[in-house]
């Protein structure tokens, strides 16, 4: 068999059983790929040889009919804010360029007692700070379907990497669209759990009230396989949740009939781009053909929630931050630092990029005494209203649909120097982080200049199951 790097997971978990191949020829054929499409740039750091190793050592337990994991072989690839041990964590900041972690993220050294195989660390923006990859310190990941443009952010690169068969399945983070926003542009499915459903322990920390860890994958199928592993909940984060739903593959091939869609008439307004609308549009009447019934419905804070954001996730981030002094964590000034004070502006000030500066300068003013009750716990307040407006929307339907992105992959350098522009950029992912309720993005087919679009089906706190559903039944559609 070639190009065994094409493979969905199931595929891929069935042939290493059934021995149509080995893990190392898929590892190899996944290398190739990886060098072939280098210039894309989804990776910032490849570990061949590890994953090569690896995969030797579960071929030769499967010929010894030895019993291995259930996701053997699987060629996986990380987002480099989640620490995988012994390969260099970087967060895409010269601040972490040399840090190597002594320890696996939860998430991975789950995956890894299913004998997963990890192909690298992938790229995103600076401290996952970014819809587009370009604050990587490292360079930008490019649009699969047309190179000057993005592949989106901030996990961009693990995004791409699906894509372009990189790998079998990507793992990435969804704070405030980092997972759907890249899905929706790169033609994958990509998934943004309950917040607290799969465990942020090992994963740099960016806004804690808002962090999720999620995942790309080629199919819902092996969406619901991958979640089947990574939810529940892990003593080491303490906002972890039991995985009430236990097996997700149990939800697919349900069918929609009767299934409520909720269209709020603020995903579907000005502002939001008119082939993108349409093409979202377009599978909702597919799915409406299948039996589901459309309500449609409002959301009203949708407006306020990429300001209640960009208050709130630099005020967190700010704070989580402080910990990279260039003494326990980071990157040492490269001149004689004069004294401690001098020392911290050294490291900080040549580590961190500009729009990490910009979001410490923002949440630190917005946490300062004076400003805390006017900015941030207004923004607190406000975030309250999106919670209730989700509530109650789903009391008249099963589930929302909306566009992924306001818009198809933008080019690169279009927007990096407008700052409120790529702002807007999770104008209709936000609200969901808001809330803390899944919602997973799904390809939703091409614009005329052959860009993809994505559509997000999101769900009620815990039912993941009902995104996977309605995910796989339009997959058939
Ligand atoms: N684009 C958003 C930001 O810049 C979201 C990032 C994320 O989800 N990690 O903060």
Redesign the pocket.
């Given at each position: 068999m070639t190009n065994l790097n094409k493979l969905s997971l199931k595929d891929v978990v069935n042939g290493v059983r059934e021995k149509k191949f080995s893990c190392s020829e898929l590892v190899k054929d996944t290398v190739s790929a990886c060098k072939e499409e280098k210039d894309f740039f989804a990776y910032i750091t490849l570990d061949e040889e590890g994953a090569l190793k690896k995969a030797e050592e579960l071929d030769k337990k499967i010929v010894q009919n030895e019993e291995v994991g259930d996701l053997a072989g699987a060629v996986c690839a990380v987002k480099d804010i989640i620490c995988v041990k012994g390969l260099p964590n970087t967060c895409a900041s010269k601040m972490l360029e040399n840090f190597v972690p002594p320890y696996d993220a939860s998430v991975v050294s789950r995956l890894k007692k299913e004998d997963f195989v990890v192909m690298g660390k992938t790229n995103?923006?600076e401290f996952?700070?970014?819809?587009s990859t370009e604050t990587s310190y490292f360079g930008v990941s490019r649009n699969p379907y047309e190179k000057e443009r993005v592949a989106g952010?901030?996990?961009g690169g693990s995004a791409l990497a699906v894509a372009k068969n990189l790998c079998t399945f990507a793992l990435g983070?969804?704070?405030?669209?980092?997972?759907r926003?890249p899905a929706s542009f790169c033609n994958v499915y990509g998934l943004k759990p309950t917040y607290g459903l799969v465990s942020r322990s090992g994963v740099v920390s960016?806004?804690s009230s808002?962090?999720t860890v999620g995942a790309f994958s080629k199919t819902p199928e092996d969406m619901a396989m991958i979640l089947n592993k990574i939810a529940g909940k892990d003593r080491k984060d303490s906002t972890s949740l039991d995985n009430p739903e236990k097996d997700y593959t149990s939800f697919l091939n349900k069918g929609v009939k009767g299934l409520k869609i909720g269209l709020p008439k603020e995903y579907f307004s000005e502002g939001i781009e008119e082939e993108t609308k349409a093409l979202v549009m377009e599978s909702v009447k597919k799915l409406e053909k299948a039996g589901a019934e459309v309500v449609q419905l409002s959301l009203p804070s949708t407006k306020y929630a990429v300001s209640v954001?960009?208050i709130s996730?630099p005020a967190e981030l700010s704070a989580n931050l402080e910990r990279f002094d260039g003494i326990r964590f980071g990157h040492k000034p490269e001149s004689e630092a004069e004294n401690i004070v001098d020392y911290y502006f050294k490291a900080r000030g040549e580590g961190f990029g500009t729009?990490i500066k910009r979001?410490i300068i923002i949440g630190t003013y917005v946490l300062s005494a004076g400003y805390m009750d006017a900015y941030y716990k207004k923004a607190q307040k406000v975030r309250g209203v999106i919670i209730e407006d989700f509530k109650k929307a789903f009391s008249a339907c099963d589930v929302i649909i909306g566009p992924g992105s306001p818009y198809p992959a933008f080019k690169i350098g279009e927007f990096i120097d407008d700052p409120l522009k790529?702002?807007t950029?999770?104008a209709l992912?936000?609200p969901v982080?808001a809330a803390g309720i899944p919602s997973m993005a799904c390809p939703s087919g091409f614009t005329k200049a052959g860009l993809p679009v994505g559509l997000q089906v999101i769900a009620p706190f815990l039912s993941e199951g009902r995104c996977l559903s309605v995910a796989e039944a339009l997959r058939g559609l």
């Open positions: 995103t923006d996952a700070c970014g819809a952010g901030s996990s983070t969804d704070t405030g669209g980092s997972i926003q960016l806004a808002w962090d954001y960009y996730m729009e979001r790529m702002y950029a999770d992912t936000i982080n």
